[in-house]
Nanobody
Framework: VQLVESGGGLVQSGGSLRLSCAVSGFTLDEYAIGWFRQAPGKEREGISCISSRDGSTYYADSVAGRSTISRDNAKNTVDLRIDNLKPDDTAIYYC??????????????????????????WGKGILVTVSS
């Protein structure tokens, strides 16, 4: 199993970013995929998730209304677009997969002070820096 993030880098405040998670070893109709981030000195935060069977999407308050998660089952990739980026969005971004109770895992991961311990597999992360 492998999850590989791409699309990070330096972005100006107010700009947009599209992160991609390439998955191998399982399919997206088996596993939910969540996006998480961790800023220096802060706890890891679940920001978005897409469930497996029905593709339901979930967003944390911190990105709701300015982000979109989507998946391409043929390519086995999950993208996260974030608009109107702010310096507070600076963090390492991770994608992760959950195979057991995927919709529940998505809900838990993206709620306030959520829990990401139920995610089974993780990517190595990619740095996003938003300049002011």
């Amino acid at each position: 199993v492998q999850l590989v993030e791409s699309g990070g880098g330096l972005v100006q405040s107010g700009g947009s970013l599209r992160l991609s998670c390439a998955v191998s070893g399982f399919t997206l109709d088996e596993y939910a995929i969540g996006w998480f981030r961790q800023a220096p000195g802060k706890e890891r935060e679940g920001i978005s998730c897409i469930s497996s069977r029905d593709g339901s999407t979930y967003y944390a308050d911190s990105v709701a209304g300015r982000s979109t998660i989507s998946r391409d089952n043929a390519k086995n990739t999950v993208d996260l677009r974030i608009d109107n980026l702010k310096p507070d969005d600076t963090a390492i971004y991770y994608c992760a997969g959950a195979g057991v109770a995927p919709a529940v895992r998505c809900k838990i991961a993206t709620r306030h002070l959520g829990d990401y311990s139920g995610m089974d597999y993780w990517g190595k992360g990619i740095l996003v820096t938003v300049s002011s």
